[in-house]
């Protein structure tokens, strides 16, 4: 079974922890996250791995910050690719991380209406 896009523990440590900051950081995240997979796509379409590996970092680092540790489970499996010089089996891999990316926005942004 795959692991959900959202641990609801793991993010709840951090809305404890970041308080005041999180609305910001849930702003950026929904914002800066579908660039990122767009520049993922790119990444994949052009057959670029290096691209890949820093662009799936980045979206792994970013996930796991805020709780979201399926979809860092799926990013990392991208970056992984990326770093052992491939783009094969990556366009899945984004479809996936794409549909556990709208799962965790959708939260994020009914998060934001009780954080104002």
């Avoid at 929904?30 to 820093?54: K, V």
């Avoid at 990392?76 to 783009?87: K, V």
Wanted: charged fraction near 30%; proline fraction near 3%.
């Amino acid at each position: 079974m795959n692991q959900p896009a959202l641990d609801l523990r793991a993010y709840e440590e951090m809305k404890e922890i970041m308080e005041e900051v999180l609305p910001e950081l849930l702003n950026t995240f929904i914002e800066y996250m579908p660039e990122q997979l767009n520049d993922l796509n790119h990444a994949i379409d052009d057959n670029n791995p290096d691209l890949l590996f820093g662009i799936a970092h980045r979206m792994k680092s970013s996930s796991n910050s805020l709780g979201a540790l399926g979809l860092a489970k799926i990013a990392e499996s991208i970056e992984m690719l990326g770093r052992a010089g491939n783009t094969e089996g990556a366009r899945e891999k984004s479809a996936e991380l794409e549909e556990q990316l709208n799962e965790v926005i959708a939260f994020f942004k009914e998060e934001q209406k009780t954080l104002t």
